[in-house]
C-alpha cells in the first residue's frame, strides 16, 4: 500500500496537533514484528495520528523502520525526531459517529473564585465552586439558582 503524501503546511498542522501525545506503539529489541505492526494499525484506526517509540541506537534502523510502517500501513509519516516517530491517516468512515441528543442539559461545571478577606494584608482565599444546570455564579462569586418560570393559572393555559 503506497504511503500519504501531505503538503508541508499539512504535515506541519499534523506535527503541531501530534505535540502534546503520548507513544501509544513500542517497538522493542525484535524490531518491526507483526504484532507491532498490528498495534500500529489498529491506533492508527483509532486514533489517526499516533506517535511510536523505537528503542533502538541505531539512527538508520529507526528510519527504515519509519518508512516501512508508513508504506505498509498506508500512513504519511510525519516526523521522525530522535526514538520518536509520528505517523497519521485519515480516521476510516466506519468509526462510530458520536449521536448528539437535543434535549440533553448542561452538566455542573467547576469554577475557581478569589475570596478575599475582610482584613487587610491577607491573601485572597482560591474555592472551587460546582455550579450545576439550574444554577449561575455572581459576579460576588456566590452561587445562586435560576429563577423558576412563573406559575400561570389553569385559566390562561386554557386561553392560549
Excluded at 34 to 62: C, M, P, Q, T, Y
Amino acid at each position: 500500500m503506497p504511503q500519504i503524501q501531505l503538503t508541508p503546511a499539512q504535515r506541519k498542522v499534523h506535527r503541531a496537533d501530534a505535540h502534546h501525545l503520548d507513544p501509544v506503539v513500542m517497538v522493542g529489541n525484535d524490531g518491526l514484528t507483526a504484532n507491532v505492526k498490528k498495534e500500529a494499525d489498529n491506533a492508527l484506526n483509532a486514533h489517526g495520528l499516533i506517535k511510536v517509540r523505537v528503542f533502538s541506537d541505531d539512527r538508520v534502523a529507526r528510519e527504515t523502520m519509519f518508512q516501512t510502517l508508513a508504506d505498509e500501513l498506508s500512513a504519511a509519516p510525519i516526523q521522525h525526531i530522535g526514538k520518536l516517530l509520528v505517523l497519521w491517516r485519515p480516521l476510516p468512515d466506519t468509526v462510530k459517529e458520536k449521536s448528539v441528543d437535543e434535549d440533553r442539559m448542561a452538566g455542573p461545571r467547576d469554577f475557581k473564585v478569589l475570596k478575599y478577606s475582610k482584613r487587610a494584608g491577607q491573601r485572597p482565599e482560591v474555592k472551587t465552586l460546582r455550579v450545576l444546570g439550574n444554577q449561575r455564579l455572581t459576579a460576588g462569586g456566590n452561587v445562586k439558582r435560576a429563577k423558576p418560570k412563573p406559575q400561570t393559572s389553569v385559566k390562561k393555559r386554557s386561553q392560549t
